[in-house]
Every structure is written in C-alpha cells, then in structure tokens.
C-alpha cells in the first residue's frame, strides 16, 4: 500500500507562472515532510521540508503548504523558472532510522 | 550535508553477468540506504546496509540477487548479480543526514546515481 501518492505524473508551466506540485498521504502518524528535486542525470536533492505540526514552509521560491485534515501538501513555485524542470518527489519516514517512503514523483516542465 | 562519491555513474552490461556499484561518504555514518528507481517510477528501497552485520533486505529483494558490503562507516557497494534486462535502473546510494534549511530535518542525501542498461 503506497503511503504517499503523487497523482499527477506530469506537469506543464510557464516561465515565471506558479507551479503547483500535489502529494497526498494516508498515515497520520508522520512527523513531517521532505520535497526532493530530480534531474535526470542526478541523484535526488533536498528541496524543502515541513513538519506535521505547521501548515506552512517557505524557502525563497519555493513554498510547501500541509492540510492535516486532508492529508494533503502542495509545493508551490513562484516564479517559476525554465531550471525547475525536473521530477519532484515528495517523501516521509517510516519506520526504522527514519526511512523514506518516496510518492511516484511529478515532471515539471519550464517553459521559457 | 554528507557528500557521496558513486560509480560508476552509468554502465551498459551484457545479461547474465553482475556489476558492482560503489559509494564512498566524506564522513562516517551507520546506516547507508540503497535504492532503485526502474523507468518512469519511483525510488524503491532495496536493503539497508549498516557497518558490521548483515544488510536488511526489504520485500522482493534478496541477497543472492543482490549482495551488498559495509567494510567500514564511509564505504558501501552493491552488486547487481546475473543480470536481466529488467534489472535496468538506476540504483542510488544514500545515507541519513540532517538536512540544510528550516525545520533541521532528518533525511537522505543521495549519491549521484549508477544508471544500469543491460542488454
């Protein structure tokens, strides 16, 4: 059973619109969230992260919002720029030494 | 951050032999998680390694297939054995570290990835 869902596998903006990545999660037993940004020669890299007690994280462009009763986060972009394409996991530990459970990840696509 | 060094960082292998996938940290740590992404999905979990005992396999991964050694708290390998085609992937290496940023949270850094084409 996939704890963390990524439901849109890909997603088109425009340079210096907002991007909008979706994740939903059925364990409420999660102590925060972690956003990690993919290119595709490389290995994944720390974005952005939340704890389960905010509802907000900012970090210059980028944003990650938690509802709790939805069990949903969204990370947002703003603006978003040609160099964000990449694919976006949004991940949360379960288990033992704080393991990841990894979403099937969102393309984002820039264009400029 | 830890930094990874893997490698190699992409190999094309012919079917039915193994290859082995090698990541050194810049710093010593416990446990070193490996990981596979198959095309077009996500990152799945194959074994946690942890210096001096046996690597923990998780679901649908053994050892015999995948073997892996923890000599020391700075160096890990993989090796992919008796390769099919489905086997191709990329398969990273990461490690627990607390990560950059507000809220300090515990996470993976990863290394750069071995992108395997078996043919």
């Known amino acids: 059973d996939q704890q963390v869902k990524q439901n849109s596998p890909s997603l088109s903006v425009q340079e210096g619109r907002i991007s909008i990545l979706n994740c939903d999660y059925t364990n409420s037993m999660f102590d925060y969230f972690l956003w990690y940004k993919k290119y595709p020669a490389e290995g994944p890299t720390f974005l952005i992260s939340i704890s389960s007690i905010k509802d907000k994280n900012e970090d210059g462009r980028f944003t990650v919002f938690l509802n709790k009763s939805a069990k949903h986060l969204s990370l947002h972009i703003v603006p978003s720029q040609p160099g964000d394409s990449a694919v976006y996991f949004c991940a949360a530990p379960l288990g033992r030494g704080n393991m990841l459970t990894f979403g099937g990840g969102t393309r984002l696509m820039v264009k400029p | 951050s830890a930094v990874i060094s893997q490698k190699p960082s992409r190999d094309i292998c012919q079917r039915g032999t193994s290859l082995t996938i090698q990541c050194q940290v810049d710093?010593?740590?416990?446990?070193m998680f490996w990981y596979r992404q198959q095309p077009g999905q996500s990152l799945t979990l194959i074994a946690t390694a942890n210096q001096g005992s046996e690597a923990t396999y998780e679901s649908g991964f053994v050892i015999d297939k995948f073997p892996i050694s923890r000599p020391n708290l700075t160096f890990s390998t993989l090796t992919v054995s008796n390769m099919s085609p489905e086997d191709s992937s990329i398969y990273l290496c990461s490690v627990e570290d607390l990560l950059r940023g507000r809220g300090g949270h515990y996470g993976y850094t990863f290394g750069s990835g071995t992108r395997l084409t078996v043919v």
């Open positions: 710093s010593q740590v416990t446990m």
